[in-house]
């Protein structure tokens, strides 16, 4: 049924009985120093890709990995196998390393679940159709050849900068797992397997019997060239000098140390954090270094009394950052600076990261994702941050903002915009190797990020008519859709990219009559569906229609609506329309339920569930709306 548009009445009481309540059910999670960190969630693979690392060591915990278990089979889909977010179509990676994990655990493979998984898999092609990673899981236990995996020679630890293929050429997140990785390759270790668990059955062709393991991840002219420089090098690397190896293998285990991150990990995500483990074990090294990648590990698990996961990573300067401008627009100033009193000394000024090899004149100010990660800080939090520092008004962060600006406008790329964690990070090419079939090799500027970072540095009093400002508004204005939308790399997807860029358009002054925002305008309504909210399929990143999805979700709700009104749609019937939907779904307890995935680590391929997303996005969406009507105001004050 068509939501009921609120009476003027009751609107008044009921908006602000619901943002009440929403601010009483966010502020329940801020810890006493002022900061937010909520779970988050990805697909089957990392749990599952846990467990095996547990049995790769013979660290084996039997009662976490029987917790594990329940949430595996909890989240198997109809289709048999295993999705790659809520309610998604199934994936063959997923469901090989879910199969493998359970039966690790102990399921037999004759069980219903496991049947019907393993009926889903052969069906899909076998075991053989994963993806590169998956395979390389599966050499590690000798459940596949290593010809299965392609070449990647740990001498690409010694290329020089201006060869094709560099460290530097790749995204942090590649680099990070890259690195380890590598050694892994070399040595070829193999898992303890205690339990001796194998998955043959999941073959449709015995493994040593394949010859096409290595394909390009398209069909053209570089991908099939890189494919035959994969056979040349198959037949040369064994012939590769031993000091060359060994000099090479040493910078590897370097690169690791310096950027080993303490109890936070490598780059601070699991799949670099466990193919450290991996790699000191494989070195032999038994020392504080290989015990403290494996902490780094542990701790990205979230245990309960009945159910236990891993999450890819923890996200508390995103989460406290978002959460802030949410109870600031709810009027809680107070908590909303704690937030930013917790967030300013996590700034990092005294490491020149990674970034750096692009941007060596810049000096360094960014936030990281995580609670530490200072080889790896991104503009998106940084942008998120200072926004919200700037808004606490503190005369105290001054500097820190100045600072986060000037970082931020370092790291601009050549196209006017900007990638998360890198400038120019945009060799292409690379995407055609065999080992990219992940397609998210690289980290080039986007939509959704280069909005952030105009929308901060709008806010704090930068022009549209700077330079690096009218740069950006250029970008953004070329990225638009011819349907209006922009793309969304971090949050899912045309809806969060069209917020963003809305809100930044907001924020240089554009006109609301301005074609790119009015055609925005009329893409996000011609979005609302039947009973007033929005919501958006995961699929979108592939080939399902831009913008819709079988129900609402309040992340994509709570987007839309802040996108009309930095687009100056206060008083638009639509938009009344979802403040009424949040209200009507806004449950008891002042929280929102929500069990559609809302972003993408990589699009296609790794999605994630920020659970505060649910929380912290209605209330700002709810809060905005009450300001704004009780202003009589068009335009939205601030950048986010």
């Known amino acids: 049924m068509p939501s009921e548009t609120l009476s003027e009445d009751r609107a008044g009481d009921r908006l602000e009985e619901g943002i009440s309540r929403a601010t009483a059910a966010l502020l329940a999670y801020q810890r006493q120093d002022g900061h937010f960190v909520f779970p988050l969630e990805a697909d089957a693979t990392i749990p599952a890709e846990y467990v095996l690392l547990e049995h790769y060591l013979d660290r084996i915990d039997a009662p976490l990995q029987q917790k594990i278990g329940v949430h595996l089979r909890a989240i198997q889909g109809s289709h048999g196998g295993w999705p790659l977010f809520h309610d998604g179509a199934f ?116 493994p040593e019997t394949i010859r096409n393991w290595i394909q390009a991840p398209d069909n053209s002219l570089p991908g099939k060239s890189f494919v035959a420089l994969d056979g040349i090098l198959r037949r040369v690397e064994p012939f590769a000098p031993k000091s060359l190896r060994q ?18 990990g490598l780059g601070a995500i699991y799949p670099a954090m466990a193919n450290s483990v991996m790699m000191f074990d494989a070195l032999g090294r038994d020392d504080e270094a290989a015990a403290t990648a494996w902490e780094s590990v542990r701790k990205l698990l979230v245990v309960s009394p009945d159910r236990a996961w891993c999450q890819p ?82 005369p105290a962060h001054q500097g820190t903002i100045a600072r986060a600006a000037a970082w931020i406008i370092g790291m601009q790329s050549r196209n006017g915009g900007w990638g998360a964690f890198d400038a120019d990070n945009t060799h292409y090419v690379l995407n055609h190797i065999p080992f990219a079939d992940h397609g998210a090799l690289l980290d080039p500027p986007t939509a959704d990020v280069t909005a952030r970072c105009v929308s901060f540095l709008a806010q704090i009093g930068h022009r549209p008519e700077e330079k690096v400002l009218a740069r950006a508004i250029r970008y953004l204005e070329n990225e638009q859709e011819k349907e209006g939308s922009w ?59 831009h913008g819709r999805y079988h129900e609402s979700t309040p992340s994509h ?18 938009v009344a329309r979802g403040i009424s939907w949040l209200l009507a779904r806004l449950e008891k307890n002042g929280e929102w339920p929500e069990e559609a995935y809302n972003a993408v680590g990589f699009p296609r391929v790794f999605y994630l569930h920020y659970h505060g997303y649910r929380l912290y996005f209605p209330l700002l969406a709810l ?8 202003r009589g105001a068009e335009r939205v004050a601030f950048g986010f």
Not at 341 to 363: K, N, V, Y
Request: a neutral charge.
């Open 91 to 206: 994936n063959i990676s997923a469901s090989v390393k879910a199969y493998f994990a359970l039966k690790a655990i102990g399921d037999s493979p004759d069980a219903p679940h496991m049947r019907r998984a393993r009926e889903a898999i052969l069906a899909a092609g076998g075991a053989e159709r994963t993806n590169v990673f998956t395979r390389v899981q599966l050499a590690l236990f000798g459940a596949a050849p290593w010809r299965a995996a392609p070449v990647m020679p740990i001498e690409i630890m010694l290329l020089p900068r201006w060869f094709f293929f560099h460290l530097s050429k790749v995204s942090y997140w590649s680099r990070t797992v890259i690195v380890p990785l590598l050694v892994l390759m070399a040595l070829k270790p193999r898992a303890r397997n205690p339990r001796r668990i194998e998955i043959a059955e999941l073959f449709r062709k015995p």
């Open 247 to 264: 000099r090479a293998l040493a910078r590897a285990v370097s690169f690791v140390l310096e950027r080993l991150n303490g109890e936070d």
């Open 313 to 394: 990573c923890v996200s508390p300067v995103w989460d406290t950052g978002l959460a802030g401008h949410a109870l600031a627009e709810a009027g809680h100033g107070v908590e909303a600076a704690a937030s930013a009193a917790w967030l300013a000394p996590l700034q990092i000024t005294d490491i020149a990261g990674d970034w750096a090899m692009a941007r060596p004149e810049t000096p360094p100010g960014g936030w990281a994702f995580q609670y530490a990660n200072p080889h790896y800080p991104d503009v998106d939090d940084t942008a998120v941050v200072g926004m919200l520092l700037h808004r606490a008004g503190d």
């Open 487 to 545: 793309f969304g790399r971090w949050g899912t997807n045309y809806i969060y990219g069209t917020w963003s860029v809305l809100c930044a358009f907001n924020a240089v002054g554009m006109p609301r009559e301005a074609p790119s925002m009015r055609s925005a305008v009329a893409w996000l309504l011609s979005c609302q569906r039947e009973d007033g909210g929005w919501g958006e399929d995961c699929e979108t990143y592939a080939q399902a229609p």
């Open 557 to 574: 709700t709570a987007w839309a609506l802040l996108g009309l009104m930095a687009a100056g749609e206060v008083a638009h019937p639509a």
């Open 623 to 630: 809060a905005r709306y009450r300001d704004l009507r009780a």
